[in-house]
């Protein structure tokens, strides 16, 4: 487009403009050089030591690659500033471990950042005071946008959002993570989205705790797209798997299986037009419990073990026939009454174009077993 115009200019215009935008264009590809000239590969611990340092020395568009090991943060852990930067490891999540301090998020994701967060263990020291803590693993800002893909985050601890907290305004892409054994003392003991547009997809969680509200996910006032998740053995009082507050959310396609509460151990609903459909809830204490009014949340397509909404919207009440519920493998056997019976409109087809299986492993972005 830009040689286009340039051409443009240079045969029509008088010369005086074409000359103007001779410049003009020169000057673009100069900038546009010396941007891409300034991004580039900065490697843990050949070039630095440590991963804050590497953080710290790094522009926008740089990617830090860091190599297996183990690395203990030291104060303030670590805070990412830049508005694009890839923080990635070499050889994947089990065999590179970040260990903050636990007294602040592992990761603090700081406004507009769009950063890239893949392939590490994210875990926390418990030893430390971390009463007034939101995001023990990781902390989204306000209108941060960070893609937070294929690591382990584990043992964390917080008031609000064990795991990762998303702060008003932020939209994080959260996908591809196991999410286990992290603690909040008050909701969210994997993922808190407080007036937030997280998409949470393709994740385990697994055991996590939340003191009050959601042991997987607390979804509060906001607009969260929860799909393809497998959450198992999560506790809290209200909500084990799920639970929303006034929230817009959409929860979809989701195994949510032998989670614990006082009141709804699968999901947890007050007020808000929460959609839920093709879920998979199996074995949990109690799979729904409604709080306030909530008349455009009722589950459809989906398979609840309690029964209570058999029947109606295309639910149903019958063993999902998982390959092997006591080990966490929820894959079906062949003949399971959960392949192709999700809703039948083409938006929630499987990938393979058939119709949608209910639970984790249906629909457009079907979770895919390791």
Not at 3 to 20: E, I
Request: proline share 4%; net charge neutral.
């Amino acid at each position: 487009m830009i040689l286009k115009y340039f051409a443009y200019y240079r045969f029509w215009s008088p010369s005086v403009t074409g000359v103007y935008f001779l410049f003009i264009f020169c000057s673009f590809l100069v900038l546009n050089s010396s941007f891409s000239a300034q991004a580039t590969i900065i490697t843990v611990p050949d070039d630095y030591k440590k991963i804050e340092q590497a953080i710290k020395s790094a522009v926008t568009g740089d990617t830090i690659l860091v190599d297996a090991g183990s690395y203990l943060l030291g104060y303030g852990n670590i805070v990412i500033a830049q508005k694009i930067l890839t923080l990635k490891s070499i050889k994947g999540s089990s065999e590179t471990i970040i260990t903050g301090r636990g007294d602040r998020p592992v990761i603090n994701v700081l406004d507009k950042s769009k950063a890239i967060i893949e392939g590490f263990t994210i875990t926390s020291k418990v030893d430390v005071d971390y009463s007034v803590l939101k995001g023990g693993g990781i902390y989204c800002a306000s209108s941060s946008t960070p893609t937070i893909a294929k690591n382990i985050i584990k043992g964390n601890r917080a008031v609000f959002g064990g795991a990762i907290y998303c702060a008003e305004g932020s939209s994080p892409i959260i996908l591809d993570n196991e999410i286990v054994e992290n603690e909040a003392m008050t909701s969210g003991g994997g993922v808190f989205s407080f007036k937030a547009s997280p998409e949470v997809f393709r994740n385990k969680f697994i055991a996590n705790l939340a003191g009050n509200s959601g042991g997987a996910v607390f979804c509060n006032r906001d607009r969260a797209i929860v799909t393809n998740n497998i959450m198992w053995k999560n506790k809290a009082r209200f909500g084990g798997g799920v639970a929303c507050d006034r929230a817009a959310a959409a929860i979809l396609n989701n195994s949510i299986i032998e989670n614990e509460a006082a009141y709804g151990g699968g999901i947890m609903v007050d007020g808000g037009p929460v959609r839920i459909i093709n879920v998979i809830l199996w074995k949990n204490t109690g799979d729904f419990y409604f709080k306030g009014y909530s008349p455009f949340s009722k589950p459809a397509f989906s398979n609840i073990s309690d029964g209570d909404f058999m029947g109606t919207n295309g639910n149903i009440s019958i063993d999902p026939l998982f390959k092997d519920l006591q080990n966490g493998d929820f894959s079906f056997q062949e003949k399971s009454p959960c392949i192709n019976t999700g809703n039948p409109e083409p938006v929630f087809f499987d990938p393979d174009g058939s119709v949608s299986d209910i639970g984790a492993f249906g629909g457009p972005k079907a979770y895919v077993e390791k």
